[in-house]
Nanobody
Framework: QVQLVESGGGLVQAGDSLRLSCAAS????????MGWFRQAPGKEREFVAA????????LHADSVKGRFTISRDKAENTVYLQMNNLKPEDTAVYYC?????????????????WGQGTQVTVSS
């Protein structure tokens, strides 16, 4: 069983930056790809970014390309989401997810483990 704990969310202004962290209870080398998803009020959960086991492959949603960057530190069992130039439309609960094994994908149903989420609120 893998437990994921997100941190780093908060209330910021448009144009600010935040870095989300996702700490895994097991070595991230024991998991497959990991990803970040988000869900805004009244909307479905959507893909944000994903990273392969090796870290060599990353995927980012078009809406965040050039602003968000996913990375992982296997030694620290942690995955990060660096978010720059935040916009009000980025406001959502952000969830970390991990696959038991396998490559990075954009579909939430491919992920086996989920964190509880961290709130990000961007004011205009």
């Amino acid at each position: 069983q893998v437990q994921l704990v997100e941190s780093g969310g908060g209330l910021v202004q448009a144009g600010d930056s935040l870095r989300l962290s996702c700490a895994a209870s097991v070595r991230t080398s024991s998991t497959g790809a990991m990803g970040w998803f988000r869900q805004a009020p009244g909307k479905e959960r959507e893909f944000v970014a994903a990273i392969s086991w090796s870290g060599g492959v990353t995927l980012h949603a078009d809406s965040v390309k050039g602003r968000f960057t996913i990375s992982r530190d296997k030694a620290e069992n942690t995955v990060y989401l660096q978010m720059n130039n935040l916009k009000p439309e980025d406001t959502a609960v952000y969830y970390c997810a991990a696959k038991g094994r396998g490559s990075a994908t954009t579909y939430d149903y491919n992920y086996d483990y989920w964190g509880q989420g961290t709130q990000v609120t961007v004011s205009s």
